[in-house]
Nanobody
């Protein structure tokens, strides 16, 4: 099993910045993709950004140029630097990882961290 623990959410004014972190632990053989998703009240969960073990990144159009995903492979940790935050970025942010726990590849999810952007 693999556990993901997020941190760094909170309340910020529009235009401000936050940095989210997500550390993976447990019986990890390898981790392929890691990423961030978010879900606003009444909305479906949506992709924010992903990164592969090789460093290839992908962003939702709504966050391009404002958010940056990065990864420390040695520490099994992924980060999301969020700048120029907007009220519409308000959501619960979830970390996800495609990890091999020696029994095969599976997707794992964190518990979520609340990000609230006030206008």
């Amino acid at each position: 099993q693999v556990q993901l623990v997020e941190s760094g959410g909170g309340l910020v004014q529009a235009g401000g910045s936050l940095r989210l972190s997500c550390a993976a632990s447990g019986s990890i053989f390898s981790i392929n993709a890691m990423g961030w998703y978010r879900q606003a009240p009444g909305e479906q969960r949506e992709l924010v950004a992903t990164t592969t073990s090789g460093g290839t990144t992908n962003y939702a159009d709504s966050v391009k140029g404002r958010f940056t995903i990065s990864r420390d492979n040695a520490a099994n940790t992924v980060y999301l630097q969020m700048n120029s935050l907007k009220p519409e970025d308000t959501a619960v942010y979830y970390c996800a990882a495609n990890a091999d726990d020696k029994a095969g590849l599976s997707w794992y999810w964190g518990q979520g961290t609340q990000v609230t952007v006030s206008s």
